[in-house]
């Protein structure tokens, strides 16, 4: 099963999440994204249970609780369909943002 976690402290890591999660059952997996130009942590993160039931435990216990000094959301991911724009842009090689110009 993955999980959704957000809001949380920008210390946060992988093994802060496997961690908590794991007080709940077997961790697959747990990571924080990282924004990818400054490094930093995005503030949210997945994490993926072998056992849906350990796995919905683990939601219910943890949605809007409080750890690392920050009240997070966990809910169950939904998976990305195809072809979801997610907010990203393109640049040209000569740098900078390309814009549709319909005058020229």
Same mark, same amino acid.
């Given at each position: 099963?993955?999980?959704?976690? @957000?809001?949380?402290?920008?210390?946060?890591?992988?093994?802060?999440? @496997?961690?908590?999660?794991?007080?709940?059952?077997?961790?697959?997996? @747990?990571?924080?994204?990282?924004?990818?130009?400054?490094?930093?942590?995005?503030?949210? #993160?997945?994490? $993926?249970? $072998?056992?849906?039931?350990?796995?919905?435990?683990?939601?219910?216990?943890?949605? $809007?609780?409080?750890?690392?000094?920050?009240?997070?959301?966990?809910?169950? @991911?939904?998976?990305?369909?195809? #072809?979801?724009? +997610?907010?990203? +842009?393109?640049?040209?090689?000569?740098?900078?943002?390309?814009?549709?110009?319909?005058?020229?």
């Amino acid at each position: 099963m993955n999980i959704f976690v @957000a809001k949380m402290s920008s210390a946060t890591t992988g093994d802060d999440l @496997a961690t908590l999660f794991g007080e709940f059952g077997t961790v697959s997996s @747990a990571k924080v994204i990282m924004d990818k130009e400054t490094g930093n942590s995005k503030c949210f #993160g997945f994490v $993926e249970m $072998e056992d849906e039931t350990e796995g919905m435990n683990a939601i219910n216990a943890l949605n $809007e609780s409080e750890f690392q000094g920050r009240k997070i959301v966990v809910k169950k @991911a939904r998976p990305r369909e195809e #072809g979801e724009n +997610r907010g990203h +842009r393109s640049f040209s090689p000569r740098g900078g943002e390309r814009r549709f110009n319909p005058n020229h």
